[in-house]
């Protein structure tokens, strides 16, 4: 896994993440503080987030509480390649629309 920062230490943290394919072996869920938001620009990602198991194709995203156990990478034998906003705990993005 390759983790390219973004933004400099401080706030909300963003980076571009490479996941390659692994042997198949069974995800471990991992839980920790904070937020996180998946943007794939890339390949196809599975994300299982607690029971669920989520597909995402380029251009879907994905927010969620890390205190959910939550494990993502590769949906078959392609590279998957994210932008990944983290943020600490309590610390939501808020995204704003432009209405015309």
Same mark, same amino acid.
């Given at each position: 896994?390759?983790y390219?920062?973004? %933004?400099?230490p401080?706030g909300?943290?963003a980076?571009k993440?490479?996941? &390659?394919?692994k042997p198949?072996t069974? &995800?471990e869920l991992?839980t920790?503080g904070?937020f996180?938001?998946?943007?794939?620009?890339?390949?196809r990602?599975?994300l299982? !987030?607690?029971e669920?198991?989520?597909? !995402?194709?380029?251009g879907?995203?994905a927010? =969620?509480?890390?205190?959910?156990?939550?494990?993502?990478? &590769?949906?078959?034998d392609? %590279?998957?390649?994210? !932008?990944?906003l =983290?943020g600490r705990?309590g610390e939501?993005?808020?995204l704003?629309?432009?209405?015309?």
């Open positions: 896994m390759t390219i920062p973004l %933004t400099h401080g909300v943290q980076y993440l490479l996941i &390659p394919p198949a069974e &995800p991992k920790h904070g996180e938001w998946i943007y794939v620009l890339a390949g990602l599975r299982l !987030l607690g669920q198991s989520l597909l !995402l194709e380029p879907e995203a927010e =969620f509480d890390t205190h959910m156990p939550h494990w993502l990478g &590769p949906d078959g392609h %590279t998957v390649e994210l !932008l990944v =983290f705990q939501r993005t808020h704003k629309a432009r209405t015309p």
